[in-house]
């Protein structure tokens, strides 16, 4: 990998934390199956100077090899599980200028992951742990389409559910925080925020109202984010 700036390498590892869920009608989530499973999405129409994005994610079991994407905005900015297992939140160019943790959400277990950039730095978070952060630009050149959990330029597709995906217009997390096991909730620093909430069809829509995405080979499951607890791990 090309000029990947390191992790910070005093940070300790990420505990792994386990969230109860409720399922319930009217509540959903997207099941990705792996290739073909895509979702293309309109970004925002704004490039914002501080920015965070974040979402819940779960793999349909514990997966070892990647790359696995969560959320992908070529030139802009990518969340993803790189092929060596680790987790990263880049600048979405080739060279992957960004932060690294050596450790994947793709456990089996439901996980809470977000990435800040406050115009120099970018920060990366897991279940509301800071993991790693580094020096970066983000926005150099936005695609005109961003995607969840696929990167069609490199044929990659996450296995497993995504739910709740927000992007805002500022850091909402300068540090370790705890996370809240429920959908997000719109504000004024929201930029666009997808429930997932359709329950069918081959769409989803914004819920600010601003942006739709196209679904491909992925299903609608009945899903509630619930209350959470510390898992017992050694992790």
Known sequence: MRHLLPALLALPLAACVKFDLDEGPGDHALDF?????????????????????????????ERADGPYPLIMWPGAVELFVDEDGRALI?????????????????????????????????RLFLDGALTGFAEATLFSNSAPDMYFGCHPFNQWHHQGLIDEVRLSREVRYPSD???????????????????????????????????????????????????????????
């Open 177 to 235: 925080f705890t996370p809240l096991a429920g959908d997000f909730e719109p504000d004024d620093d929201t930029i666009s925020l997808w429930h997932f909430s359709e329950g069918d069809g081959k769409k989803t829509a914004d819920a600010m109202g601003k942006a739709q995405a196209d679904l491909v080979a992925v299903d609608w499951v009945d899903f509630t984010l619930g209350d959470s607890e510390p898992a017992d791990s050694g992790t």
């Open 90 to 122: 880049t600048d979405g160019t080739e060279a992957r200028v960004g932060a690294s943790f050596p450790q994947s959400w793709m456990d089996g277990e439901l996980h809470h992951v977000a990435g800040t950039w406050d115009g120099g730095t970018l």
């Open 33 to 61: 199956i792996g290739d073909p499973s895509c979702v293309t999405a309109e970004p925002p129409l704004t490039v914002p100077g501080r920015f965070t994005v974040e979402a819940w994610v779960k793999a349909d079991k």
